[in-house]
């Protein structure tokens, strides 16, 4: 912790200023919109202590507050903090860019509250997104951090009265479990010195502060009166107290609020007061507060009283992370539409107290309350004070639901609350209150049902008759706004059917068993998991590593923010900002650039264009199909045109914003359907044809035909792409910083662009915070873009694009369409099936034809379809363009034969497991494309996997489950995936080198080719180079990956760098070795650093280089022949889920997997892999959902709108198995590639829905295959999931222009 000298600091946000200006760096940034906690801090105040997202709080807002960083708890040079360490040895940090903020998270939690129980546990880490899942249960377990074990001990429950709560307990049986992976027994106790403490000096009673910004003025009044004095005088300042509101208006939809108010310590605004109808919260109290003080009056206060309160207490729950939950005054005010608590204030009836110079009035929150969209009744010169929340009556009853894409820390769908007050002793509704949010521009009331049900009887008839009116009263427009139109209707009346029910128990009137399920959430169980591999065998010599579970090398210095990304190097002092300039059309010439505003704003430097690039401006990965900066024709939104280079990034930014360009729009083509209508593709396009399909039908029984879109989806690397160029001033050289899984590719297209040879050009990667495929191409634009400003500029430039950028400029995973004709024999036995692929590329080639070949590759999964033929088309739309995405097109290929293989199973009335095995490969088959299966093991897979999921149990438990419960089901589904490994983009990526210096000391530098995003290859290269020399890993040392080390290098992509990079490291330690062994026979007691040291004094070459290229590799789709796989890795899940029919609103009850990954190199690392695919999948099928609108406008640019799956979404149990005895002939030491395959794995989760939905669809008497694309949102489930409700609000199609469009 420093002390920030504020009056020499501008005003600006806490998160720029830590790391720019303190160089404290271990604080990221990685959404700038409060939506990741990438960038969570701890700020302490004289009142208490709070975790903060400091990319939000404006620094003048922490004026008297210490703020903690996670440097300030503890590092890898002094002591870590147990946090840090716990966190890093369980194997919790893989590309460790967030985990900081999981650090500070729990630091704070921790220091707040000693004893966490496991939601506030769950709580804490609801405002953290995470890319990498592994440890969720080690992490979330209270054991852990309960202050006996956390403090006095190094292993939790040691003391056997705590170990009396049943969170010990359980926790105690799933610790045996783990014991290999790591030694909870090495944890270090707290020491308390190393707690800090507030400083004594920051005690300062409360006195007016006024800062001056370069825009902003900036005032903390001392009192109500200055407050109000203040408001009368600037009646346009905005009152900000956690500004999660307004920072987020001002960065992203470019407002400006010239003066500023901040009331967060004026005593009146903090009120908290019981009155004789409810509690008083001041406006600036904090959602937190107000959560701790209604759930103190709930233990207190008669059951009836607190109806609200536990209202309020339901909606909080689901809010966003503690690290958003500020000021209501704040979520009031702001009026949002979707906002969670004024639906509760609305149907409450709370009462306001408003103030202004001239006086107080109190008024009671309706409807007109919110004249319009983000408006309020409040004067210029008034603010809100006081909020009342009311005590409830016996006979009245209330309640709040809100429905979310992703259920935790998530912006509502539709939000909602409900209010009913009957006659005394009666049943004869006296007032109804229903408030929706999500449903119009304003929190809405629904004042005619409600009039029309006053007086009514709470009954069948009611509930008929108010559904009625919801659907003519709740309607939306066509092309609303965020779009769900028939999915937010249906909402609104399944939601007050929830209600209905809810009010019918608390009436005590009799309810159907299988109904009463229909209002409640999915039950909150103890998470667990197992994780089980194979053990060293006895006897392996104790320094050789390969095979044990060691730690991510870099994983402490990841959770002490010590570890440094790109950003963090350090600025030069002469360094400049960049930022880009893009085309918001999607299809268009370029008419004209007003660069006049722009050139105006302070600290701008230059302005770049296509005519500023001295070499080429042409580019892309495999042709050169692209500019560097546009031309006189933009083909995307966020196509890049110019570049403004500035000071500062908020210099650059600004002026980027204030550049206009004017354009001549064309028609653009959008959507996959689009690009078929008008027979837009890239060429070539591809097919793979074995049998002959026309005679598999006619010896089919059956045929079916049927379609599947499988959405696109965003990386989400939690480090957005960056580049720092710094040019050496000589011969045109230049030295690059880059966050890429390919290096050497950025220095071919730098050096094109710069029109050097690419001897001129360093391109140098320490590590990523992720990178999944996203830095392998689309990386190198930005990058060229930079170095060209540098070169010009003859300056350091630097580039870290927001995500915002990031999301608009990047594309991501190719939305595909699969149309298949499948025909099958009555046993359920495929003898043929045709399939034809269309991937959306986006508007240029990348990898497009690479990863379209993969989902060719993967068209029949697991199974020997005699006859088959796939084709493949890859659309050309103008959309950014689509790239490569962990699994490259082998997820979506696999997907549609799963489709297919349901459909089957569903029309045979066939248990769809048994169709599935009866068709599977066997030993020895051949595929389509002729490669022959060795070493075949989805056989056992299947069989461990069935039997460590109880899979016959589960699947009677789910029968009986479901016949019992009308409103949720429940689902089962077992997937088997075969994924090839090698990179298929060209033949002669399938090479690597190495090079290894060993040094007189006997340490030894290590490089290769690939580099570090988070997935442990530097761990495992490490651990090979220690196994060929014979020396333990702490000798060898990687310090990054580099062109002018190892040139010539392939993209680290596709699995298979462990596998090509292991093999040249181990030709260059043999090298080395080679060259020693003359000294270790002379020697034969001696050290390895006499054995090195004796060599060197006799002139020998301690530096070697290794080289590897997978033998017997290529195919030809012409001919059909070749070998396009090295190997296969084979896995099986089984997954259970529950769904809500009502809402669509699943939950992930139990995954279990078996994955083949040969000999793993290093289990915790192959565990970490095979559970992050799996989660990233999870994601790809259930949740990510990215919108366009018809015009190619992304909509979802942020973790706000974009959804990556969070700690809740991982199965509540989650086995991983990893199968024992498959050693691999074709790898490293017998290994197997891990990173991609078990990806797929996670569409068991997809069918296991899709079997949940089936059986909710038959309570309606719908039978026989239905279509369910991917994403499975909650809006496809409801859908789906067709009821008397659904047909209230079912629209007849008509030609409209939706909101959003599936690309
Ligand atoms: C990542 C993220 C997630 C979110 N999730 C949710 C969610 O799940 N549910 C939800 O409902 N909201 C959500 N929000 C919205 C928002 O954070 C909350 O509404 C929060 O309570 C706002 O408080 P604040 O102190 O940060 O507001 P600020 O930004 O400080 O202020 C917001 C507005 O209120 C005005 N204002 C504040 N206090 C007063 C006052 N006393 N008198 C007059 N005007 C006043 C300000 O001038 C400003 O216009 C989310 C926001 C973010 C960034
Ligand atoms: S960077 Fe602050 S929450 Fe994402």
Same mark, same amino acid.
Not at 689 to 713: P, S, T, Y
Not at 751 to 768: D, E, H, Q, S, W
Not at 860 to 887: D, Q, V, W
Not at 1270 to 1284: G, H, K, Q, V, Y
């Given at each position: 912790?420093?002390?920030?000298?504020?009056?020499?600091?501008?005003?600006?946000?806490?998160?720029?200023?830590?790391?720019?200006?303190?160089?404290?760096?271990?604080?990221?940034?990685?959404?700038?919109?409060?939506?990741?906690?990438?960038?969570?801090?701890?700020?302490?105040?004289?009142?208490?202590?709070?975790?903060?997202?400091?990319?939000?709080?404006?620094?003048?807002?922490?004026?008297?507050?210490?703020?903690?960083?996670?440097?300030?708890?503890?590092?890898?040079?002094?002591?870590?903090?147990?946090?840090?360490?716990?966190?890093?040895?369980?194997?919790?940090?893989?590309?460790?860019?967030?985990?900081?903020?999981?650090?500070?998270?729990?630091?704070?939690?921790?220091?707040?509250?000693?004893?966490?129980?496991?939601?506030?546990?769950?709580?804490?880490?609801?405002?953290?997104?995470?890319?990498?899942?592994?440890?969720?249960?080690?992490?979330?377990?209270?054991?852990?951090?309960?202050?006996?074990?956390?403090?006095?001990?190094?292993?939790?429950?040691?003391?056997?009265?705590?170990?009396?709560?049943?969170?010990?307990?359980?926790?105690?049986?799933?610790?045996?479990?783990?014991?290999?992976?790591?030694?909870?027994?090495?944890?270090?106790?707290?020491?308390?010195?190393?707690?800090?403490?507030?400083?004594?000096?920051?005690?300062?009673?409360?006195?007016?502060?006024?800062?001056?910004?370069?825009?902003?003025?900036?005032?903390?009044?001392?009192?109500?009166?200055?407050?109000?004095?203040?408001?009368?005088?600037?009646?346009?300042?905005?009152?900000?107290?956690?500004?999660?509101?307004?920072?987020?208006?001002?960065?992203?939809?470019?407002?400006?609020?010239?003066?500023?108010?901040?009331?967060?310590?004026?005593?009146?605004?903090?009120?908290?007061?019981?009155?004789?109808?409810?509690?008083?919260?001041?406006?600036?109290?904090?959602?937190?507060?107000?959560?701790?003080?209604?759930?103190?009056?709930?233990?207190?206060?008669?059951?009836?009283?607190?109806?609200?309160?536990?209202?309020?207490?339901?909606?909080?729950?689901?809010?966003?992370?503690?690290?958003?939950?500020?000021?209501?005054?704040?979520?009031?005010?702001?009026?949002?539409?979707?906002?969670?608590?004024?639906?509760?204030?609305?149907?409450?009836?709370?009462?306001?107290?408003?103030?202004?110079?001239?006086?107080?009035?109190?008024?009671?929150?309706?409807?007109?309350?919110?004249?319009?969209?983000?408006?309020?009744?409040?004067?210029?010169?008034?603010?809100?004070?006081?909020?009342?929340?009311?005590?409830?009556?016996?006979?009245?009853?209330?309640?709040?639901?809100?429905?979310?894409?992703?259920?935790?820390?998530?912006?509502?769908?539709?939000?909602?609350?409900?209010?009913?007050?009957?006659?005394?002793?009666?049943?004869?509704?006296?007032?109804?209150?229903?408030?929706?949010?999500?449903?119009?521009?304003?929190?809405?009331?629904?004042?005619?049902?409600?009039?029309?049900?006053?007086?009514?009887?709470?009954?069948?008839?009611?509930?008929?008759?108010?559904?009625?009116?919801?659907?003519?009263?709740?309607?939306?427009?066509?092309?609303?706004?965020?779009?769900?139109?028939?999915?937010?209707?249906?909402?609104?009346?399944?939601?007050?059917?929830?209600?209905?029910?809810?009010?019918?128990?608390?009436?005590?009137?009799?309810?159907?068993?299988?109904?009463?399920?229909?209002?409640?959430?999915?039950?909150?169980?103890?998470?667990?998991?197992?994780?089980?591999?194979?053990?060293?065998?006895?006897?392996?010599?104790?320094?050789? $590593? *390969?095979?044990?579970?060691?730690?991510?090398?870099?994983?402490?210095?990841?959770? =002490? %923010?010590? @570890? #440094? +990304?790109?950003?963090?190097?350090?600025?030069?002092?002469?360094?400049?900002?960049?930022?880009?300039?893009?085309?918001?059309?999607?299809?268009?010439?370029?008419?004209?650039?007003?660069?006049?505003?722009?050139?105006?704003?302070?600290? $701008? *430097?230059?302005?770049?264009?296509?005519?500023?690039?001295?070499?080429?401006?042409? =580019? %892309?990965? @495999? #042709? +050169?199909?692209?500019?560097?900066?546009?031309?006189?024709?933009?083909?995307?939104?966020?196509?890049?045109?110019?570049?403004?280079?500035?000071?500062?990034?908020?210099?650059?930014?600004?002026?980027?914003?204030?550049?206009?360009?004017?354009?001549?729009?064309?028609?653009?083509?959008?959507?996959?359907?689009?690009?078929?209508?008008?027979?837009?593709?890239?060429?070539?396009?591809?097919?793979?044809?074995?049998?002959?399909?026309?005679?598999?039908?006619?010896?089919?029984?059956?045929?079916?035909?049927?379609?599947?879109?499988?959405?696109?989806?965003?990386?989400?690397?939690?480090?957005?792409?960056?580049?720092?160029?710094?040019?050496?001033?000589?011969?045109?050289?230049?030295?690059?910083?880059?966050?890429?899984?390919?290096?050497?590719?950025?220095?071919?297209?730098?050096?094109?662009?710069?029109?050097?040879?690419?001897?001129?050009?360093?391109?140098?990667?320490?590590?990523?915070?992720?990178?999944?495929?996203?830095?392998?191409?689309?990386?190198?634009?930005?990058?060229?873009?930079?170095?060209?400003?540098?070169?010009?500029?003859?300056?350091?430039?630097?580039?870290?694009?927001?995500?915002?950028?990031?999301?608009?400029?990047?594309?991501?995973?190719?939305?595909?369409?699969?149309?298949?004709?499948?025909?099958?024999?009555?046993?359920?036995?495929?003898?043929?099936?045709?399939?034809?692929?269309?991937?959306?590329?986006?508007?240029?080639?990348?990898?497009?034809?690479?990863?379209?070949?993969?989902?060719?590759?993967?068209?029949?999964?697991?199974?020997?379809?005699?006859?088959?033929?796939?084709?493949?088309?890859?659309?050309?739309?103008?959309?950014?363009?689509?790239?490569?995405?962990?699994?490259?097109?082998?997820?979506?290929?696999?997907?549609?034969?799963?489709?297919?293989?349901?459909?089957?199973?569903?029309?045979?009335?066939?248990?769809?497991?048994?169709?599935?095995?009866?068709?599977?490969?066997?030993?020895?088959?051949?595929?389509?494309?002729?490669?022959?299966?060795?070493?075949?093991?989805?056989?056992?897979?299947?069989?461990?996997?069935?039997?460590?999921?109880?899979?016959?149990?589960?699947?009677?438990?789910?029968?009986?489950?479901?016949?019992?419960?009308?409103?949720?089901?429940?689902?089962?589904?077992?997937?088997?995936?075969?994924?090839?490994?090698?990179?298929?983009?060209?033949?002669?990526?399938?090479?690597?080198?190495?090079?290894?210096?060993?040094?007189?000391?006997?340490?030894?530098?290590?490089?290769?080719?690939?580099?570090?995003?988070?997935?442990?290859?530097?761990?495992?290269?490490?651990?090979?180079?220690?196994?060929?020399?014979?020396?333990?890993?702490?000798?060898?040392?990687?310090?990054?990956?580099?062109?002018?080390?190892?040139?010539?290098?392939?993209?680290?992509?596709?699995?298979?760098?462990?596998?090509?990079?292991?093999?040249?490291?181990?030709?260059?330690?043999?090298?080395?070795?080679?060259?020693?062994?003359?000294?270790?026979?002379?020697?034969?007691?001696?050290?390895?650093?006499?054995?090195?040291?004796?060599?060197?004094?006799?002139?020998?070459?301690?530096?070697?280089?290794?080289?590897?290229?997978?033998?017997?590799?290529?195919?030809?789709?012409?001919?059909?022949?070749?070998?396009?796989?090295?190997?296969?890795?084979?896995?099986?899940?089984?997954?259970?889920?529950?769904?809500?029919?009502?809402?669509?609103?699943?939950?992930?009850?139990?995954?279990?997997?078996?994955?083949?990954?040969?000999?793993?190199?290093?289990?915790?690392?192959?565990?970490?892999?095979?559970?992050?695919?799996?989660?990233?999948?999870?994601?790809?099928?259930?949740?990510?959902?990215?919108?366009?609108?018809?015009?190619?406008?992304?909509?979802?640019?942020?973790?706000?709108?974009?959804?990556?799956?969070?700690?809740?979404?991982?199965?509540?149990?989650?086995?991983?198995?990893?199968?024992?005895?498959?050693?691999?002939?074709?790898?490293?030491?017998?290994?197997?590639?891990?990173?991609?395959?078990?990806?797929?794995?996670?569409?068991?989760?997809?069918?296991?829905?899709?079997?949940?939905?089936?059986?909710?669809?038959?309570?309606?008497?719908?039978?026989?295959?239905?279509?369910?694309?991917?994403?499975?949102?909650?809006?496809?489930?409801?859908?789906?999931?067709?009821?008397?409700?659904?047909?209230?609000?079912?629209?007849?199609?008509?030609?409209?222009?939706?909101?959003?469009?599936?690309?």
């Amino acid at each position: 912790m420093r002390d920030l000298k504020l009056k020499s600091l501008q005003a600006g946000n806490c998160s720029l200023t830590l790391r720019f200006t303190v160089g404290l760096t271990g604080t990221k940034l990685g959404c700038a919109e409060g939506g990741c906690g990438a960038c969570t801090v701890m700020a302490s105040f004289t009142p208490g202590l709070k975790n903060i997202n400091a990319c939000l709080a404006p620094l003048c807002s922490l004026h008297h507050s210490a703020v903690t960083t996670v440097e300030g708890i503890g590092s890898v040079a002094s002591k870590l903090h147990p946090v840090q360490e716990r966190i890093a040895r369980a194997h919790g940090s893989q590309c460790g860019f967030c985990t900081p903020g999981i650090v500070m998270s729990m630091y704070a939690l921790l220091r707040n509250n000693p004893q966490p129980s496991l939601l506030d546990i769950e709580e804490a880490f609801q405002g953290e997104v995470l890319r990498s899942y592994q440890s969720k249960t080690f992490v979330c377990s209270p054991c852990w951090w309960q202050k006996e074990t956390y403090m006095e001990s190094g292993w939790p429950c040691t003391c056997s009265e705590a170990c009396t709560k049943r969170e010990y307990v359980e926790c105690m049986k799933m610790y045996q479990k783990y014991f290999l992976l790591y030694n909870p027994s090495e944890f270090m106790p707290l020491d308390p010195t190393q707690e800090i403490i507030f400083p004594i000096e920051l005690k300062k009673p409360l006195k007016q502060l006024c800062f001056q910004g370069e825009r902003v003025l900036w005032i903390q009044p001392s009192s109500l009166t200055e407050l109000l004095d203040f408001k009368t005088q600037y009646p346009e300042a905005r009152l900000v107290v956690g500004n999660t509101e307004v920072g987020i208006e001002m960065k992203f939809k470019n407002l400006l609020y010239p003066v500023i108010l901040a009331p967060a310590f004026i005593p009146e605004l903090n009120t908290v007061q019981r009155t004789a109808d409810g509690i008083l919260f001041g406006a600036a109290c904090t959602l937190t507060r107000l959560g701790m003080v209604l759930r103190d009056a709930v233990q207190e206060l008669p059951t009836y009283q607190t109806e609200v309160f536990r209202a309020v207490l339901e909606q909080l729950r689901w809010f966003a992370g503690q690290q958003v939950r500020n000021a209501i005054g704040g979520n009031i005010v702001t009026a949002s539409p979707i906002s969670d608590l004024n639906p509760v204030f609305l149907a409450a009836g709370c009462k306001l107290t408003l103030a202004s110079k001239g006086g107080k009035r109190v008024i009671e929150m309706d409807d007109s309350f919110f004249p319009g969209y983000r408006k309020t009744v409040l004067k210029p010169d008034e603010i809100l004070l006081f909020i009342e929340i009311p005590f409830t009556k016996k006979g009245q009853y209330f309640s709040a639901f809100k429905q979310s894409q992703r259920r935790e820390d998530d912006i509502a769908t539709v939000t909602c609350a409900m209010n009913v007050a009957f006659e005394e002793n009666t049943n004869s509704v006296r007032n109804l209150r229903l408030s929706y949010g999500g449903m119009a521009p304003t929190t809405v009331l629904a004042k005619e049902t409600c009039k029309r049900l006053t007086g009514r009887k709470w009954s069948d008839e009611l509930l008929q008759d108010a559904c009625s009116l919801l659907a003519k009263e709740m309607t939306l427009d066509p092309s609303a706004p965020g779009g769900m139109v028939t999915y937010r209707r249906t909402l609104t009346i399944s939601l007050f059917f929830k209600f209905y029910l809810i009010v019918q128990h608390k009436l005590a009137q009799d309810l159907n068993v299988e109904v009463r399920c229909g209002p409640f959430l999915f039950h909150s169980v103890f998470p667990c998991s197992t994780q089980l591999f194979q053990e060293v065998p006895p006897g392996q010599n104790k320094d050789d $590593v *390969v095979g044990r579970p060691i730690m991510h090398l870099s994983a402490l210095k990841q959770a =002490t %923010g010590e @570890a #440094v +990304y790109c950003d963090d190097i350090p600025c030069y002092d002469n360094e400049l900002h960049l930022a880009l300039v893009t085309s918001t059309k999607a299809h268009a010439f370029i008419e004209n650039i007003d660069t006049k505003e722009a050139m105006c704003v302070p600290g $701008v *430097v230059a302005f770049l264009t296509a005519k500023d690039i001295p070499g080429s401006n042409r =580019t %892309g990965p @495999a #042709v +050169y199909d692209e500019t560097v900066l546009a031309e006189d024709m933009v083909t995307c939104v966020g196509h890049i045109i110019a570049a403004i280079v500035a000071d500062t990034q908020a210099h650059a930014q600004r002026a980027a914003k204030a550049v206009k360009i004017t354009y001549k729009e064309l028609k653009p083509v959008v959507t996959i359907q689009e690009a078929i209508s008008c027979k837009s593709f890239y060429q070539p396009t591809r097919k793979i044809e074995q049998g002959n399909i026309e005679e598999g039908f006619k010896k089919a029984d059956h045929i079916l035909e049927g379609e599947m879109h499988i959405g696109g989806q965003e990386h989400f690397y939690l480090e957005t792409n960056c580049t720092l160029a710094v040019p050496r001033g000589e011969d045109g050289e230049m030295e690059m910083f880059v966050s890429t899984q390919s290096t050497s590719k950025t220095q071919m297209l730098v050096a094109k662009a710069l029109g050097v040879p690419a001897n001129r050009i360093v391109c140098r990667v320490k590590r990523m915070g992720g990178g999944f495929g996203g830095k392998e191409c689309r990386s190198t634009i930005l990058s060229t873009v930079v170095a060209v400003a540098a070169q010009k500029l003859k300056k350091p430039v630097r580039c870290m694009l927001d995500r915002d950028e990031d999301m608009l400029v990047t594309g991501g995973r190719h939305p595909f369409l699969g149309r298949y004709k499948v025909g099958f024999m009555k046993t359920g036995r495929i003898v043929s099936l045709e399939v034809t692929y269309y991937s959306n590329a986006g508007n240029s080639a990348d990898l497009s034809l690479s990863i379209l070949e993969r989902a060719l590759f993967h068209m029949e999964n697991c199974y020997n379809i005699p006859h088959i033929r796939g084709m493949g088309y890859m659309c050309k739309t103008n959309l950014p363009s689509n790239t490569a995405f962990r699994g490259f097109g082998g997820p979506q290929g696999m997907m549609v034969a799963e489709s297919w293989m349901g459909d089957v199973a569903l029309h045979c009335g066939l248990p769809v497991e048994q169709v599935r095995r009866l068709n599977m490969y066997k030993q020895g088959d051949r595929t389509p494309f002729t490669q022959r299966l060795e070493q075949f093991t989805i056989d056992r897979c299947w069989e461990e996997c069935l039997s460590i999921s109880q899979y016959n149990q589960r699947r009677k438990a789910i029968e009986q489950f479901n016949r019992q419960h009308r409103w949720k089901k429940r689902g089962i589904a077992v997937i088997p995936t075969k994924f090839g490994i090698t990179l298929t983009s060209n033949l002669y990526s399938i090479q690597a080198g190495a090079l290894v210096h060993v040094y007189i000391d006997g340490s030894v530098l290590l490089t290769h080719g690939g580099t570090e995003m988070g997935q442990g290859l530097h761990t495992k290269m490490v651990q090979v180079a220690s196994k060929v020399l014979g020396i333990p890993c702490s000798k060898i040392h990687i310090s990054e990956t580099s062109t002018s080390t190892v040139p010539n290098t392939s993209p680290t992509a596709a699995s298979a760098s462990s596998d090509l990079n292991g093999m040249a490291i181990y030709d260059a330690c043999q090298t080395l070795n080679q060259r020693l062994q003359p000294y270790k026979t002379k020697n034969p007691k001696g050290t390895w650093e006499d054995w090195v040291k004796a060599a060197y004094f006799d002139r020998v070459n301690l530096s070697a280089n290794g080289f590897y290229k997978t033998p017997d590799m290529g195919y030809d789709f012409e001919t059909n022949e070749g070998k396009p796989f090295n190997y296969f890795s084979y896995g099986v899940a089984c997954s259970e889920v529950e769904v809500d029919c009502l809402t669509g609103d699943h939950k992930n009850l139990h995954t279990s997997i078996v994955m083949d990954v040969g000999n793993s190199l290093n289990p915790a690392i192959d565990i970490g892999q095979v559970e992050g695919a799996f989660m990233q999948g999870v994601g790809l099928f259930t949740l990510e959902e990215l919108l366009y609108s018809p015009e190619g406008v992304l909509l979802t640019r942020g973790p706000g709108m974009y959804k990556i799956p969070a700690f809740g979404d991982i199965p509540t149990e989650l086995n991983v198995s990893l199968l024992r005895d498959a050693p691999n002939e074709k790898a490293i030491f017998s290994s197997k590639a891990v990173g991609e395959p078990p990806l797929f794995l996670a569409a068991s989760v997809f069918y296991a829905i899709k079997d949940a939905i089936t059986a909710a669809r038959a309570e309606s008497g719908l039978r026989g295959p239905f279509r369910l694309d991917s994403p499975a949102t909650p809006e496809r489930i409801r859908n789906a999931c067709e009821d008397s409700f659904t047909k209230l609000v079912r629209m007849t199609p008509l030609f409209i222009v939706p909101w959003a469009v599936q690309v």
